[in-house]
């Protein structure tokens, strides 16, 4: 009862509130002063539209900074699209507008963006270059440069052209009046496209790299790589040319190479190839003319000549597929292993096509399969040795001239492969 009484008089009882903290409500004196942001501050790039022109520009960046389109730019004959006067650090965001040119011709003598002088760290994205009667992005001389989701359309010369240490990503050129893409040294190209072009479809410089890029239907070769660059997951198809044209130490890999006026792979020394394929090319599938190519579980088919061919020494050929070629399925020169490949009904278009050909001396040919081609092996020079093969329904397994030294053959083994020659070659 006690306990009742004294909370239901506390409850009667008012507390005062503490003090609530807050502003003054009155104004201070003085001017009001603006808090919002100013329009550089909002849009700190400036656009192109905004920037004058010269003769032979119609708009220049004479600034570092950063710029942007607001609408399409038109070209005029012997008048550039955007002239990059200032060194570098100079960024275009074509905002998905387009620098255009008139006629199928494009518009004569005109750029669609020059580096006028020598400079770095330029990039351009997002937007179309069509009908540029000259180079359409032409970056010749900026190291460092970007050029990212750029579409290139009907310029009268090149289609994208950078300098050293440069990236070209995600960019397509159609009918290029030159090459495609050309990039000097250390340039990386990733998911690009080059089709049409008047000469190559890629032309890259030195330490290059490359990957899922696509080269069609150009007028010379689909790729010219330097030496020690690089492709990987790249394909060429219906070049005039070569599919892929690369110097020494170019390292190829999961490439493809189809319907090429010439050979779908040509390459000096030193290629490295891994799980590449060429087929239904007019000569060669690969053509190796320097010494000490290394090719690993490549596929050449259905190609006019030779499906892979090395004419130097010191090749080394592993667990390849070449089979239904016009020629040989492999042919080597001197001082190579052929060795885990799988070589079959190979001369489509000669009467002599060998399953392998060995050119020159001192090869060998060690644990490969050879099906239905006109002969198995064909040794013309001395010295070389054929181990350890099998041969099914070739008319003549092995064609050797005097002094080489083939493997006893056990002809048709039966079911318990009595022969006691762990070197001897089978034929059934």
């Not at 100079?90 to 669609?112: C, S």
């Not at 090749?315 to 597929?321: F, G, L, M, P, Q």
């Not at 278009?349 to 040919?365: F, Q, T, Y």
């Not at 050879?370 to 070389?384: E, L, P, W």
Request: net charge neutral; with cysteine.
């Amino acid at each position: 009862m006690k306990i009742t009484l004294l909370v239901t008089a506390l409850a009667g009882i008012a507390l005062p509130l503490p003090a609530l903290a807050g502003g003054p409500l009155v104004p201070p004196s003085g001017p009001t002063t603006a808090i919002y942001k100013s329009l550089d501050e909002v849009e700190p790039r400036r656009s192109v539209q905004s920037l004058a022109g010269t003769s032979n520009g119609v708009h220049v960046i004479n600034q570092p900074g950063s710029y942007y389109l607001t609408g399409d730019i038109a070209l005029a004959a012997n008048k550039h699209g955007i002239i990059i006067s200032a060194q570098g650090n100079v960024t275009i965001d074509l905002n998905g507008f387009t620098i255009k040119g008139a006629g199928a011709a494009g518009t004569p003598g005109a750029r669609g963006i020059w580096l006028g002088t020598t400079g770095y760290n330029v990039t351009i994205k997002n937007g179309i270059v069509s009908g540029a009667g000259s180079d359409a992005v032409a970056l010749h001389g900026a190291a460092s440069a970007r050029v990212e989701s750029v579409q290139v359309q009907n310029a009268g010369g090149i289609g994208i052209a950078v300098g050293a240490h440069s990236i070209i990503k995600d960019c397509i050129v159609s009918q290029a009046g030159a090459e495609g893409i050309v990039a000097q040294d250390r340039a990386i190209i990733t998911g690009t496209i080059a089709n049409g072009c008047t000469l190559d479809g890629f032309r890259v410089g030195p330490n290059s790299q490359l990957t899922a890029c696509n080269a069609d239907n150009n007028a010379k070769d689909g790729f010219d790589l330097a030496t020690s660059s690089s492709a990987t997951g790249c394909n060429a198809r219906d070049n005039t040319e070569n599919g892929f044209l690369v110097l020494d130490s170019v390292t190829l890999t999961g490439c493809t190479a189809a319907g090429s006026g010439l050979s779908g792979f040509a390459a000096r020394a030193q290629l490295h190839m891994t799980n590449c394929t060429a087929h239904s090319n007019t000569v060669n599938g690969v053509t190796v003319t320097g010494s000490g190519a290394m090719i690993t579980g490549t596929t050449s088919y259905a190609n006019l000549q030779t499906g892979i061919k090395s004419t130097q020494d010191a090749a080394t050929i592993t667990d390849c597929s070449t089979y239904s070629n016009g020629k040989d399925g492999i042919d080597v020169f001197r001082l190579s292993l052929v060795t885990g490949c799988n070589s079959s009904r190979n001369g489509t278009i000669s009467p002599d096509g060998a399953g392998v050909r060995l050119s020159s001396e001192a090869n060998r040919v060690d644990d490969c399969m050879f099906n239905a081609n006109d002969i198995g092996v064909v040794a013309a020079a001395t010295g070389n040795m054929v181990t350890r093969n099998s041969f099914t329904f070739n008319p003549q397994a092995v064609v050797a001239a005097v002094g080489n030294n083939v493997a006893a053959m056990v002809t048709v083994p039966g079911q318990n492969f009595t022969s006691t020659n762990a070197w001897a070659n089978l034929a059934h």
